[in-house]
C-alpha cells in the first residue's frame, strides 16, 4: 500500500543561492518518493518546491519513511523538510536540525495548489 503526502522543501542553498527544483526532484526519486505533481510557490521566507505524490509501499507507517525524509534533508543540506501525509491527515518536520523549527505549522505548510494548509 502507498501513501499520498506533500511536502514543502525550501530552496535556500546553505552556501547561499538556491537549489534547482530539478535537483530536488531526483533527490526525491532516489528515496522512494513518486512525484505526482510539484510547483514552486514563494513562502513566508523563500521560494519552496510543493511536491505531491505517493510513496513506495507505505513508509508512512513504516521505519523507511523517516529514514527517506531525513536522507532528503540531509543530501540537500536543509535543516529540515516539512511534509503533510494526506491519508493520515498529520503533518511533522523532518531533517537534521527539525527540533529548532519547533512542531509542524499548517498555517505555514503550502498546498499544491499554492494555499495554505491551516
Not at 21 to 39: D, H, I, K, P, Y
Not at 79 to 96: E, K, N, R, S
Request: aromatic share 10%; charged share 20%.
Amino acid at each position: 500500500m502507498s501513501a499520498n503526502y506533500t511536502l514543502n522543501i525550501g530552496l535556500a542553498a546553505p552556501a547561499g543561492g538556491f537549489l534547482e527544483a530539478a535537483v530536488v526532484l531526483q533527490v526525491l526519486s532516489g528515496t522512494g518518493f513518486f512525484v505526482q505533481r510539484s510547483e514552486v510557490f514563494d513562502s513566508d521566507t523563500e521560494p519552496t518546491l510543493v511536491v505531491s505524490g505517493h510513496s513506495a509501499g507505505d513508509i508512512f507507517k513504516g521505519k523507511d519513511w523517516p529514514r527517506a525524509a531525513y536522507r532528503v534533508a540531509e543530501a540537500l543540506g536543509q535543516d529540515c523538510i516539512a511534509v503533510y501525509c494526506d491519508d493520515l491527515g498529520a503533518g511533522t518536520l523532518i531533517g537534521p536540525c527539525a527540533p529548532k523549527w519547533g512542531d509542524f505549522n499548517p498555517k505555514l505548510f503550502i498546498t499544491i495548489d499554492g494555499a495554505r494548509l491551516g
